[in-house]
């Protein structure tokens, strides 16, 4: 769909997807300003599927979704599980099984989110 109300939803869909990129590694210590960005952001891709200027890359949108998409189910499969396990390791230091799964691994949640910036971005450049 054209319009300006589709090119807003990109825009809005950009910042969103950037401020998850700022926040991401505090989740656990806040949950109120974490939760509702990524709904927001989880549900504003969901309806750019639908809802877009016309001249939107279909790319975009799914690579956008989808990158969001799998960076939300592997930190619940994983790093969010770790983190908590971690929190409550006695290990001293960097000594921690639970801090090295993360740290070995965690490079790919931020290409997965970044990635998703990066269609954001896409689409309001289309736009």
């Not at 998409?69 to 390791?89: G, M, S």
Request: aromatic fraction near 16%; glycine fraction near 4%; charge should be positive.
């Amino acid at each position: 769909m054209a319009g300006m109300d589709a090119k807003l939803l990109v825009i809005i869909n950009l910042c969103l997807a950037f401020y998850n990129k700022v926040h991401a590694v505090h989740w656990h210590k806040t949950p109120f300003w974490i939760f509702i960005p990524y709904g927001l952001f989880f549900a504003l891709s969901i309806l750019l599927i639908w809802y877009h200027p016309a001249d939107s890359p279909a790319w975009a949108i799914w690579g956008n979704l989808a990158c969001f998409v799998l960076a939300i189910a592997l930190t619940a499969a994983f790093w969010a599980r770790w983190q908590a396990k971690l929190e409550n390791d006695n290990t001293i230091g960097g000594r921690s099984p639970w801090l090295k799964k993360i740290l070995d691994t965690h490079w790919i949640r931020v290409v997965l989110v970044n990635a998703s910036a990066g269609f954001a971005l896409a689409l309001v450049i289309a736009a």
